[in-house]
């Protein structure tokens, strides 16, 4: 194995770690951490660029063509599922290159990384389908005895019971039907399999879309709502909103001192006793934030509509280009981001933390969602899926007969 090129990576790369944080404390940006991953995957990208250089190989254009590709998506705009796709697709392109780059090099920190990603995948094999179905059903019980029997509350307990059925399928009866029937039931796995692949995209773009770091030279920043205790009353989720908005406006009147109003946006439902926004700003006055700093918008009964009648508050302002973010908690924003993009709202999202075990349930309905908006495009994959499958049947029980 080449260790030469081990204390040539290392050493300069520390001395970029250690620059990168001096100049955090010197300039007091908020996008700490997003730099440092862009910078080592920059660093180790040259690394590996001239090493493969000295074999006189070029595979690492395949994987770095799907990172600029994604990377352009990504900074165009942020709220898109294909910005998850194109990440996925890069990550696999650069795990072969990985292990081409070491096939052709032999080199100790190629090495390292299939190690450290070696790692990862025993522990998920280790894990495996059955472990995925116990933690469901963990997590199903402990949303079930925290909170209410929704069925936006039930939803992994659905898929656990899904899944429990499909493994059960599996097991014990799928050997036992003919093939032209296992060919035929193979459609409910296949379209599992599909909303399951396009739950990765999702989750993968969400995810990368809590990296977002606003600057600190925003002029409004808007408050989606969401319900009321006893009709009059901030709940904990809608407050954790609040006081994540609360937090960014002193950071940015510590940081810059430019002035920014916040706009409370949530009109009254039909068991509240006030709109939303009235609720959030009386809360907001209690955190110590000025009257004059907070606008309130009571109109709305949507994400939807909190983003565009926000807006037009906004567009009355007389700022020619306002910088806008919106704050909710970290599970919906990405879904808020498609949102403010329909609205014709240029905004990006702060997310607010949501309690670890609510997490699952949480991106599984905002996934639902986002499916719900585009049903039309993706059932139609799993009808040409179907379709596929059932002509194969046909076919298969044709020729056993």
């Known amino acids: 194995m080449n260790f ?15 620059s990168l944080i001096k100049w955090h404390k010197k300039n007091n940006k908020p996008d700490l951490f997003l730099k440092f991953i862009n910078g080592s995957f920059l660093y180790l990208s040259i690394y590996l660029g001239i090493i493969e250089a000295q074999t006189k190989s070029y595979f690492f254009i395949i994987p770095m063509f799907f990172f600029a590709l994604f990377s352009w998506m990504y900074h165009r705009e942020k709220a898109r599922i294909v910005n998850g796709f194109l990440f996925n697709l890069f990550i696999g392109t650069f795990g072969i290159y990985l292990l ?19 790692v990862f995948v025993v522990i998920v094999g280790l894990f495996g389908f059955v472990g995925l179905i116990i933690l469901f059903y963990w997590n199903a019980l402990v949303v079930i005895r925290k909170e209410s029997h929704s069925l936006a509350n039930l939803l992994t307990l659905i898929l656990a019971v899904l899944m429990t059925i499909w493994l059960f399928y599996d097991s014990f009866i799928a050997n036992l039907l003919p093939d032209w029937a296992t060919i035929l039931l193979s459609i409910l796995p296949v379209m599992f399999g599909y909303f399951v692949v396009a739950f990765l995209n999702f989750l993968s773009a969400s995810i990368l879309y809590q990296f977002n770091r606003p600057s600190y030279d925003q002029d409004f920043i808007i408050v989606l709502g969401a319900g009321l205790v006893r009709g009059k009353e901030v709940s904990p989720l809608l407050a954790s909103r609040i006081h994540r908005a609360i937090d960014f406006y002193y950071q940015q009147r510590k940081y810059t001192r430019h002035l920014v109003k916040l706009i409370m946006s949530g009109g009254q439902g039909s068991d509240e006793k006030v709109a939303e926004a009235v609720a959030m700003k009386e809360y907001a006055l209690n955190q110590g934030i000025q009257a004059e700093d907070i606008l309130v918008e009571t109109n709305s009964t949507t994400t939807l509509e909190n983003l565009k009648y926000s807006k037009e508050i906004i567009d009355r302002s007389g700022i020619e280009t306002p910088n806008v973010i919106f704050s909710s908690n970290n ?24 309690a670890f075990y609510y997490i699952p349930n949480a991106f599984l309905r905002e996934f639902i969602a986002v499916i719900a908006m585009k049903r039309k495009f993706h059932f139609t994959i799993v009808g040409i899926l179907g379709t596929l499958l059932l002509l194969l049947s046909i076919i298969s029980q044709i020729f056993s007969s």
């Not at 081409?100 to 070696?118: K, Q, S």
Request: proline fraction near 3%; glycine fraction near 6%; charged fraction near 10%.
């Open 4 to 18: 030469w090129h081990v204390p040539w990576f290392i050493l300069p790369y520390l001395l970029f770690v250690f």
């Open 100 to 118: 081409y780059n070491f096939f052709i090099t032999h080199d100790a920190i190629v090495f390292a990384l299939i190690f450290l990603v070696g």
């Open 331 to 354: 599970y919906h924003i990405f879904r808020a981001g498609i949102f403010a993009r329909m609205a014709h709202l240029k905004a990006e999202g702060i997310g607010a933390k949501t």
